[in-house]
């Protein structure tokens, strides 16, 4: 199993561009989350998915688009990227049962100037 | 007042020593309970779990809930260079399922010294 994958590892954006980071799970899990990580504010949920076709607003949604149209994949799309987007995202899978473990992909570092 | 706070930190300590990190939370709907771990440019791990109040121990890893205060911490005994990392808790009013959305503390960053 690879786990929670993510691409690219690193981007850097000039204001006003668009750009998708790809997120992919192998281990068949239905809840899928995005969050993003600054410092000083720890991890804040952008959106979440319970399943193919479903989606949710998280804490911070706003310039943030997502779609689910598999159970594996779960890509975020930055519309129209400003400075302040500039973070730390991180992926993360959970299963429907058992604790509540949420399983993190290895962050996509992104710049935006 | 934010649903989770967390001491700021960062904590340095001496190789050995036991560390107790700490949160507290307003929502008295959390039930569940987590410590996750993240190393530099790593994504989080989960390190500890505990359901409502009470004790839980894993090796050098403690995590203690009291839920009448609204406080959970987790403990490091022996502490080792290994173990500098961030730790974030993290909490849940519902288990896993289709509202399993965690909320996380700030995280607080520790530094073990050999």
């Known amino acids: 199993n690879a786990g929670v994958t993510q691409t690219p590892k690193f981007q850097v954006l000039k204001t006003g561009q668009s750009m998708t980071l790809q997120c992919a799970q192998d281990m068949n899990h239905e809840y899928m989350s995005w969050y993003r990580q600054d410092p000083g504010m720890g991890l804040r949920l952008i959106?979440?998915?319970?399943?193919?076709?479903?989606?949710?607003?998280?804490?911070?949604?706003?310039?943030?688009?997502?779609?689910?149209?598999?159970?594996?994949?779960?890509?975020?799309?930055?519309?129209?990227?400003?400075?302040?987007?500039?973070?730390?995202?991180?992926?993360?899978?959970?299963?429907?049962?058992?604790?509540?473990?949420?399983?993190f992909g290895p962050g996509t570092r992104l710049t935006v100037l | 007042q934010k649903e989770v706070e967390q001491d700021p930190g960062p904590l340095s300590v001496p190789e050995g020593a036991i560390v107790s990190l700490n949160c507290t939370y307003s929502n008295s709907?959390?039930?569940?309970?987590?410590?996750y771990r993240q190393y530099s440019r790593k994504g989080p791990e989960l390190l500890m779990y505990t359901y409502?109040?009470?004790?839980?121990?894993?090796?050098?890893?403690?995590?203690?809930v009291d839920k009448s205060s609204k406080y959970i911490s987790l403990f490091i005994r022996d502490s080792q260079p290994s173990d500098s990392a961030t730790y974030l808790c993290a909490m849940s009013a519902t288990p896993a399922g289709a509202n399993s959305k965690l909320t996380f503390g700030k995280g607080i960053t520790l530094s073990v010294r050999p």
């Not at chain 1, 975020?76 to 058992?98: D, I, K, M, N």
């Not at chain 2, 709907?29 to 410590?35: G, H, I, K």
């Not at chain 2, 409502?52 to 203690?64: H, V």
Request: aromatic letters at 16%; hydrophobic letters at 30%.
């Open chain 1, 47 to 103: 959106h979440y998915s319970v399943g193919a076709g479903i989606t949710d607003q998280g804490e911070v949604p706003n310039g943030y688009n997502v779609s689910r149209s598999t159970t594996e994949d779960f890509p975020l799309r930055l519309l129209s990227a400003a400075p302040s987007q500039t973070s730390v995202y991180f992926c993360a899978s959970s299963p429907w049962t058992g604790n509540n473990e949420q399983f």
């Open chain 2, 29 to 35: 709907a959390f039930q569940y309970f987590m410590w």
């Open chain 2, 52 to 64: 409502s109040s009470g004790n839980k121990e894993d090796g050098r890893f403690t995590a203690q």
